[in-house]
């Protein structure tokens, strides 16, 4: 996410700058600001929520009221007062009771459960894979009910007219099966899976792996597609309560097609036994980012249509579900359980265990979750205090902190606390500093916090009189230890270049052309072209030196900056040039300066937002700079040699012009053109009534003789 007078917070904080009595300049104190929901999603959140206006409130505490042994849960369903869970890598179909009991149904042949159904008689389909086949568990009976050619079973849903609904993979196929065991193909797809289905009155919606299609199939087993969305995976649906419906389109880089696709390719190149179990391996880890679109989108249809609603740039979404009155949206890497309110996104809580698959109505929702397997319920812990912990704040150097500022509502003061740790590493260690005990107020003093660079800061909400208490903004003031400026880069420019304003237009000004030689007896004047985006364009004029340099400070404030010079071998003594400069370079005439070798120094300080007591100041001293505005001299003529020489700098070019004509360059007699004495070979042309030779030294100092007249 570099700007002068701002510091970058990562994706979710920005430096505000606090103004000061000249706005222009750097300031001193800066602000950690949070006050929208993108401000608090990288924190930890611990039975509070965060809603779509950025407001932390309280939130119901999640219990961990079944933990499951097997490794993963991918599906499940609800059964009578209970639910049924899908697991792998040992296919185990699992029940778990209201009580917190967990009884296993039956364990299939195929290692992973990635489909399951129940009618209301209590009859539960199991879809297995690999080698995907359909069961049925009714009581104490288990029963073979379809075995398509097929490898992967990825939805189960019952028709409305009567037949059993089987969505499979890789042949991405839609099976219609009656209960007499008879099937028929009810609609095959040029994508790569159908990953979910939803009944309605008169047909079912089909998500799909490939394109991300939602899909409408009748009876007759006509299909209209309804949605075509970014993401590579339609993932879950569920009805809204009102007679339409949701559905989550997903990145394909970290669902369970993709995880179970790669675990097949890689048992097939490594040639497994044919007797053995495939294993599908299912720990996901966070997937990169996917360019262009959110890794997740929420769509709503109704009768009016398919609209996107929300999206989700990190998260994967595992499941959706309609409880009391409101979509709730369950996550993974990080188990985050978001819900849907007056069209925006609340964060309702964050489980420690890493993908949400199965989200249920309950006295409130019920999660059943993998990575850990477990299934979690609302406690009735309702006046206990919930926790935010914010993510870890780069004040960018070492800093003071001043105080903490927060908005919100709470009857009683004591219902809002806060905490702040400090330290110098980027991840809170053993060297960072405790946290200060808690503090309330709205405003509150940060002396007792030591000074860091890096800070972090904890709320502690809990209920408060009369009403519940919440927190929709919280500021951290601080201001940066004031650290020397650095002077990365100090030279000079070549002789005569100039630099001016990339809109330079000098109009009437007579103005020179940015290099002074070029072919022809005659220069022309041109103008020169910045050409490269740049705020500034070099000119040429005779005569003049420009200094350039690079400096930064660590703070980010304005610098100003001062030059002086002396003379080499001409004693100790510092003369000023200018004493406020606010550009990195500096232009003059160097024609007041008598020819010679100078020193040039410059200062860069940071006093226009510390002031002259606070200030600090970086020195560069340039390196040995000529100041040559005399040409070079004609030494000796001699027949056709020539010798010409300079007191200062190395000559760099000879050239002849005969009778007005072009100019010829001359090598001197040695082959290189590189002292301040040379000797050149130049003939005079029989009867030539003008011959004209131009000397120009590496400082860009001419001078043209008449050779006819010198050897005369």
């Known amino acids: 996410m570099k700007r002068r007078a701002s510091v970058c917070i990562g994706l979710a904080f920005t430096a505000m700058l ?23 999603l990288d924190g930890e959140l611990d039975g509070l929520a965060i809603d779509a ?118 042949s991405a196929r839609l099976y219609s099966v009656s209960d007499s065991g008879d099937h028929r193909i009810l609609f095959e797809s040029d994508e790569i899976h159908i990953r979910s289905l939803l009944p309605l009155s008169d047909a079912v919606l089909l998500g799909t792996v490939g394109a991300g299609l939602v899909q409408r199939v009748d009876a007759s087993g006509t299909v209209r597609t309804l949605f075509d969305a970014e993401q590579s995976e339609v993932s879950a649906f569920t009805r809204d309560g009102e007679g339409g419906w949701y559905a989550a389109a997903v990145a394909l880089e970290a669902s369970f097609t993709q995880q179970a696709r790669e675990s097949r390719e890689s048992e097939s190149s490594e040639g497994a036994d044919e007797g053995s179990d495939a294993s599908v391996s299912v720990e996901i880890t966070t997937p990169a980012e996917q360019s262009g679109d959110a890794r997740s989108a929420i769509l709503h ?27 709730w949206i369950g996550t993974g890497v990080e188990g985050k359980l ?31 979750t993998t990575n850990a397997a477990a299934m979690h319920r609302t406690g009735s812990d309702g006046d206990a205090t919930g926790r935010y912990v914010s993510r870890v704040l780069d004040a ?75 927190v929709s903004s919280v500021s951290v003031s601080y201001r940066q230890n004031n650290g020397e400026p650095r002077i990365s880069a100090f030279k000079a420019m070549d002789p005569g270049q100039v630099l001016v304003p990339s809109t330079f237009n000098p109009g009437d000004q007579v103005y020179e052309p940015a290099h002074p030689n070029r ?46 010079f002396r003379r080499e071998g001409g004693g100790d003594t510092w003369l000023p040039i200018d004493a406020d400069l606010d550009e990195a370079h500096y232009g003059f005439d160097s024609t007041v300066l008598p020819d010679g070798v100078y020193r040039f120094r410059l200062e860069a300080s940071d006093r226009p937002g510390n002031g002259i007591e606070t200030a600090l100041t970086a020195e560069r001293l340039s390196e040995p700079i000529v100041v040559d505005n005399s040409p070079p001299a004609l030494d000796s003529v001699s027949g056709s040699q020539v010798v010409v020489a300079d007191a200062l700098s190395p000559i760099r070019s000879v050239e002849v012009s005969v009778d007005a004509g072009e100019w010829e360059p001359v090598q001197p007699v040695d082959g290189l053109t590189d002292g301040q004495r040379e000797v050149f070979a130049v003939e005079s042309p029989q009867g030539a009534g003008l011959v004209l030779l131009r000397v120009m030294d590496s400082a860009f100092n001419t001078v043209t003789y008449d050779l006819l007249e010198e050897q005369r």
Do not use: C
């Open 338 to 368: 978001y819900s849907l309110v007056d069209g925006g996104l609340a964060l309702e809580a964050a489980l420690d265990d890493r993908q949400l698959v199965g989200i249920f109505q309950g006295r409130g929702p019920v999660l059943a």
């Open 53 to 170: 206006d950025g407001v932390l409130r309280r939130a119901p505490h999640f219990d961990r009221f079944a933990q499951i042994d097997e490794p993963f849960v991918f599906t499940a369903a609800t059964a009578g007062d209970g639910w049924v869970l899908g697991t792998g890598n040992s296919g185990q179909v699992l029940r778990v009771a209201v009580d917190g009991s967990v009884t296993s149904l039956w364990t299939a042949p195929e290692p992973e459960i990635f489909a399951l159904w129940t009618d209301p008689d209590g009859t539960v389909f199991v879809g297995s894979s690999p080698d995907g086949k359909v069961y049925s568990i009714r009581g104490e009976e288990v029963a073979e009910v379809f075995d398509p050619e097929d490898s992967y079973i990825w939805a189960i849903a019952r028709a409305p007219w009567g037949d059993l609904l089987v969505g499979t993979g890789d």
């Open 396 to 470: 960018g150097s070492l800093a003071r902190f001043g105080s903490l500022r927060w908005r919100g509502t709470s009857a009683a003061e004591e219902a809002v606390r806060f905490a702040l740790r400090s330290g110098l590493s980027a991840e809170p260690d053993a060297t960072w500093n405790d946290w200060t005990d808690p503090m309330t107020g709205r405003e509150i003093d940060l002396e007792s916090l030591a000074p860091g660079r890096y800070v972090q800061w904890r709320l502690d909400l809990g209920a408060a009189a009369g009403s519940e208490a919440n």
């Open 519 to 564: 072919q022809g007896i005659f220069t022309r004047l041109e103008p020169s072209s910045s050409g490269n985006g740049s705020r500034f364009k070099t000119l040429w004029r005779r005569g003049f030196l420009t200094l350039r340099w690079e400096a930064e400070d660590p703070n980010e404030d304005t610098l100003a900056y001062a030059l002086s």
């Open 18 to 40: 606090v103004a000061g009595v000249e706005t222009a300049r750097a300031t001193q104190v800066r602000f950690f600001l949070q006050q929208t929901r993108k401000d608090l």
């Open 301 to 327: 249809g109704t009768t009016s249509g398919v609209r996107r609603v929300a999206s989700l740039a990190r998260e994967t979404v595992y499941s959706l579900g309609w409880v009391d009155g409101r979509l």
